[in-house]
T-cell receptor, first 112, second 111 residues
Framework: DAGVIQSPRHEVTEMGQEVTLRCKPI?????LFWYRQTMMRGLELLIY????????DSGMPEDRFSAKMPNASFSTLKIQPSEPRDSAVYFC??????????FGPGTRLTVL | GNSVTQMEGPVTLSEEAFLTINCTYT??????LFWYVQYPGEGLQLLLK?????DKGSNKGFEATYRKETTSFHLEKGSVQVSDSAVYFC??????????FGTGTSLTVIP
């Protein structure tokens, strides 16, 4: 298995633009997680899905952030409009029941 | 609630020194405990885990023992190498597959 795949690996955009981050979980995993990592706040859980259904989105910072999982092999995290304070590394992770989470390589987002 | 508290960093050690990174947890019930490692520019990857009290997780010379009586899961390595330089995260998983991560401890090993 190729592991968790994220794209793009790097994204530079201007304030106000829409940003879409993509994730392909490991086949057979029924949990998918989106995290944000910054120096100031560390690793933060934004949202997680079970069997494509959002279970807890309490970590999503505000309405500008949205996440979808249309099927078991694909998820998106969208920021619209983006702001400089959204600059961070965004990680996607997947797991099966009560097992370790497997992380993707992350997307480094820079909002100018 | 569930939470993890780990040692503040950064930690700087000389090669072949002994490493301890402290981790304590708060949880209702009996969580599984994990140590993850993040190398520069990469995602987190599992280093070791323990699923019940008194279990010892080990990998790549690292060890941690699940101590229920002290609610701790301290990471140790007898002789660190330059290649161990990374950020180490303690985490617990209690229910629903939701992980609670510590703030991370940065380790730098100098030759």
């Amino acid at each position: 298995d190729a592991g968790v795949i994220q794209s793009p690996r790097h994204e530079v955009t201007e304030m106000g633009q829409e940003v879409t981050l993509r994730c392909k979980p490991i086949s057979g995993h029924d949990y998918l997680f989106w995290y944000r990592q910054t120096m100031m706040r560390g690793l933060e859980l934004l949202i997680y899905f079970n069997n494509n259904v959002p279970i807890d989105d309490s970590g999503m910072p505000e309405d500008r952030f949205s996440a979808k999982m249309p099927n078991a092999s694909f998820s998106t995290l969208k920021i619209q409009p983006s702001e400089p304070r959204d600059s961070a590394v965004y990680f996607c992770a997947s797991s099966s029941d009560y097992n370790e989470q497997f992380f993707g390589p992350g997307t480094r987002l820079t909002v100018l | 609630g569930n939470s993890v508290t780990q040692m503040e960093g950064p930690v700087t050690l000389s090669e072949e020194a002994f490493l301890t990174i402290n981790c304590t947890y708060t949880a209702t019930g009996y969580p599984s405990l994990f140590w993850y490692v993040q190398y520069p520019g990469e995602g987190l990857q599992l280093l070791l885990k323990a699923t019940k009290a008194d279990d010892k997780g080990s990998n790549k010379g690292f060890e941690a023992t699940y101590r229920k009586e002290t609610t701790s899961f301290h990471l140790e390595k007898g002789s660190v190498q330059v290649s161990d330089s990374a950020v180490y995260f303690c985490a617990l998983c209690y229910t629903g597959n939701q992980f609670y991560f510590g703030t991370g401890t940065s380790l730098t090993v100098i030759p």
